[in-house]
């Protein structure tokens, strides 16, 4: 009855269960695209612009995104209250959470490969800096929407309107993630110096917020 | 404490005035910006009080959690909201003043944008209150407290960096200040920390008195008419 | 007010004033537990439970013996609910203290069993599935367990529908095995009949008093008290948040309310 164990066999369940009824997943990536299209109506592609816009409307597309898929994170354990049943078991509750926060990383990464070629099409994007750099970014970027967005809807669970409570409470708190993701992408797709600092402080957001969810989750959790 | 208190109001209302007059008619009219640079006088002062409130929010939050003492989500909700008054005087007065002499209505600065997202997490701090049950609002609000704290220096970081990048105007007081600026500056900073401690005070006053009848109301009902 | 055992307050107390009467330092000498039979007890002191400016518990204090079967009963809004979640430690007490066997509730968890009117289960999967995942939450990764429990509520470990599809009946049926599943002491179960066949309901009271023959302590919030005349050890009524009358037959108090 370890961490681990639990965590594993509980991100397995999820996965098993969102694979049996792909309604979700499906509606989620038409979603994504549909966000992917508007977007190119709205800032039109013209090129030595959209290199400088790219980096915000790529991110702010997967925020968008995000909040679709963070939104659903409960939704089963909501419906028969299955929470109380975790919460009555000697389980750790980060074991719950570690589950959920990893679940929705590999949903809006699979969004997000889904946005991101659609994105280089629409506006002819090639990365003029160090390409490697744009998978640490996605990954670290992605952690971070993702770590505080679980533990927000699971905050969320206990409020009346609960789909807008959720980017209310992200939205400021992801402020300087979201502007790190932002100016990284944007240099490293125009060349124009080093996002080495983004970077760093992109990693140093994730590993304190994760510190912190670790560290408050079961206080959120046993909180009726 | 309770007998305290109008004293400490009456003091706090004179010291208003005191640090009025000053900023208006005796403190000297600034150089290059004219009567405009009096704002300065209000907005620094409301900063440091919403600042103080914010940290005081913090400090409640951090108790609560720790010894689940109501009282400390009592002063948790008040210094929340004074300071999201005080907030708000800061970021109006910021704008007003930047208009006249630097012919724009915002930039990016490093104190003002860090201000603008701690208002916004206040803010959410509040509409979270407001939302969830009243057995869990303690608990859930103490933890969002503690994020927007450790989110604050980020938010510092990253817009501080943000402008080596992208230099804009500075929304400070640049060059030396008169002696009787200096005065009046640190009048208004005196007047409005203790403006802010009485608010919050009567606040927090009003808020365990709220309390305390929810409680007797409960407890003598008979048959429980919930909402 | 943090909710501290009883046992331990009232040594605390006792200690002081060992302590303030003695001069020179000396090792502390706690006092002897309370309960005469030294069994760790159920106990309930002083609870009040507000709920904004409703309060569903207003002063329930009670204690409970270990091995018996009680019966919660009372009208709506009477804090049967209420009082079964502060034992299993899913309800804070705004005052007052909770002790299951001489801990608190959440540190009770492998000896608490809980079942509630919503099934606790995944509608998506079977309920061999449901019950394998929840077995690891409690450190049991073989599946005899689960099968085991399955069948003694008189279902069956085969069935691959989903949970979602089964009757009322057998959803009940399924929670309560989930609760079943770590082999817990204390069992609380909030309204498990409602909405069941009668033949359901009348072998899940044989299970319930198997249960408490073989040791177990079972409680049990019903507003069908007549299905367990002859199985509960006691009922005890509730009334606007508070415990008015404890009688070891229901019949007795059909003419009360």
Redesign the interface.
Known sequence: MSLRSITLATLTKDIRLEWRSRDAINSMLFFSLLVVVIFSFSFDPNAEESREIAGGLIWVAFLFAAIVALNQTWARELRNQVLDAYRVSPAPANALFLAKAVGNFILVTLLEAVMAPLFMVFYNLRALGAAWQLLAIAILGTWALVVNGTFFAAMSLRTRSREIMLPLLLFPISIPAVQSMVEATRIILSGDGSARFWVVLLLTYDVVFTTACLGLFKTILQAE | MKKIFPIFAALTALLLAYGFYQAMWVAPTERTMGDVQRIFYYHVPSAWTAFCLFFTNLIASIVYLIRKNPKADALAVASAEVGVVFCTIVLVTGPIWARPVWGIWWTWDVRLTTTLVLWLIYVSYLVLRRFSDTAQTPVLAAVLAIFGALDVPLVYFSIWFFRTQHPQPVMGNGGSLDPRMLHAFLINLLAFSCFGAVVCWWRYGLEREQREVEELEALESLHGVSR | ??PVAYPTALCKSQTKCIQSQSRLRQPLKLPAPVSDANIPQIIVSNL?K???????L??VSAEFTPGKFYVILGDN?AGKTTLLRAL?????PTRGTVSILGKRP?QA??E?G?M?H????????SGMENLR??A????ISNDRRCEEVIRSVRLDPELTRPVGQYSQGMRQRMSLA?ALLHDPEVLLLDEPFSNVDVQSAREMVGLLKNMRDGGKTVFVVTHQALLLEGAADEFVWMQ??QIVSRTPHFASEAGMQ
Request: proline share 2%.
């Open positions: 007010m943090y009040i507000q709920f904004g400016r409703f309060a569903a207003r002063g809004g299993a430690g899913l309800a804070h959440q968890c492998r608490i809980y509630a919503p099934s606790l289960l995944y509608d998506e999967m995942y929840f690891q939450l409690y450190g989930r606007s948040g």
